[in-house]
């Protein structure tokens, strides 16, 4: 089972810029689809960004524009690039490794998470 490590979260303020970082072990990396979650104490969680393993990306209609998920497989790294960060963006952030492209279940290995605050 891959385990996955998730960096790069922190503090911005509005309009600025984050990269998320999340890095797998194990093999067979590529033929994973990978995804970013995030989560609130109010909300549940929900997909952000995936990217299956043909390169193809999808993305939650409140990102749209603003986030871009890539992957690099030599690496076992996927990469979640966060522009004009807005406070409704506060979560804690999630990767996500699955052998399905079905983003609407909980499936799959996840990270341990990575606080994002937006605040001026």
């Known amino acids: 089972q891959v385990q996955l490590v998730e960096s790069g979260g922190g503090l911005v303020q509005p309009g600025g810029s984050l990269r998320l970082s999340c890095t797998a072990s194990?093999?067979?990396?590529?033929?994973?689809?990978m995804g970013w979650y995030r989560q609130t104490p109010k909300n549940q969680r929900e997909l952000v960004a995936g990217i299956i393993r043909g390169g193809s990306t999808n993305y939650g209609d409140s990102v749209k524009g603003r986030y871009t998920i890539s992957r690099d497989n030599a690496k076992k790294t996927v990469y979640l690039q966060m522009n004009s960060l807005k406070p409704e963006d506060t979560a804690i952030y999630y990767c996500?490794?699955?052998?399905?492209?079905?983003?609407?279940?909980?499936?799959?290995?996840w990270g341990q998470g990575t606080q994002v605050a937006v605040s001026s």
């Open positions: 194990g093999p067979f990396f590529s033929l994973y689809s």
């Open positions: 996500n490794a699955r052998l399905s492209t079905d983003w609407g279940r909980d499936l799959g290995s």
